[in-house]
Antibody
Framework: QVQLQESGPGLVKPSQTLSLTCTVSGGSISSGSYYWSWIRQPAGKGLEWIGRIYTSGSTNYNPSLRSRVTISADTSKNQFSLKLNSMTAADTAVYYC????????????????WGQGTLVTVSS | DIQLTQSPSSLSASVGDRVTITCRASQSIGSYLNWYQQKPGKAPKLLIYAASSLQSGVPSRFSGSGSGTDFTLTFSSLQPEDFATYYCQQSYSTPKTFGPGTKVEIK
């Protein structure tokens, strides 16, 4: 059974950089069938896809956040990470990591495994 | 970006009711449409992928249909554990986008 677990600080000061890590167990992030994504959700609001990384190291980002986001992976630790700089109160949200099935395949994509989420609050 | 709209934004229904939620895409996305269930304080759970395929372990009372721009999620007989918020999501192109959600509440 694949499991994902987010880790990182729950409180970030305005203008600082958020760093979160997702540790994957029960499956390898080096598998070619999946991307590994970050998604966030402000309290009481909907879901926003932040970006993803593939086993090759290639990344895709949401244009709305592209200038501030970096997603990277450490295959030796089976982890992938999110860095979001210039944080503001608008970035306060629950951040999820998720396995993103490749759209070129029978499933046509979809996020099939998710971490439990970690609340990040931006406040001085 | 592909925009997704959902209707209704919320609904009240009784246990045993047949319920349908709709999702509309701003452009044709074929069958690249997924549905998720989210309960308070929990991560979303994938219910339906490729518009109409049931994710492993999901009860058969859930079904999905549609293609192109119009999609539906149907509950054949609403159960107490189904009261939650439901989101559609397109996997046709990046950025991946979600609908705004439909909250299903107990009448």
């Amino acid at each position: 059974q694949v499991q994902l677990q987010e880790s990182g600080p729950g409180l970030v000061k305005p203008s600082q950089t958020l760093s979160l890590t997702c540790t994957v167990s029960g499956g390898s992030i080096s598998s070619g069938s999946y991307y590994w994504s970050w998604i966030r959700q402000p309290a009481g609001k909907g879901l926003e896809w932040i970006g993803r990384i593939y086993t090759s190291g290639s990344t895709n980002y949401n244009p709305s956040l592209r200038s501030r986001v970096t997603i990277s992976a450490d295959t030796s630790k089976n982890q992938f990470s999110l860095k979001l700089n210039s944080m503001t109160a608008a970035d306060t949200a629950v951040y999820y990591c998720a396995r993103d099935r490749h759209s070129v395949g029978p499933t046509l994509g979809g996020f099939d495994y998710w971490g439990q989420g970690t609340l990040v609050t931006v406040s001085s | 970006d592909i925009q997704l709209t959902q209707s209704p934004s919320s609904l009240s229904a009784s246990v045993g009711d047949r319920v349908t939620i709709t999702c509309r895409a701003s452009q044709s996305i074929g069958s690249y449409l997924n549905w998720y269930q989210q309960k308070p304080g929990k991560a979303p759970k994938l219910l339906i992928y490729a518009a109409s395929s049931l994710q492993s372990g999901v009860p058969s009372r859930f079904s999905g249909s549609g293609s192109g721009t119009d999609f539906t999620l149907t509950f054949s007989s609403l159960q107490p554990e189904d009261f939650a918020t439901y989101y559609c999501q397109q996997s046709y192109s990046t950025p991946k986008t979600f609908g705004p959600g439909t909250k299903v509440e107990i009448k």
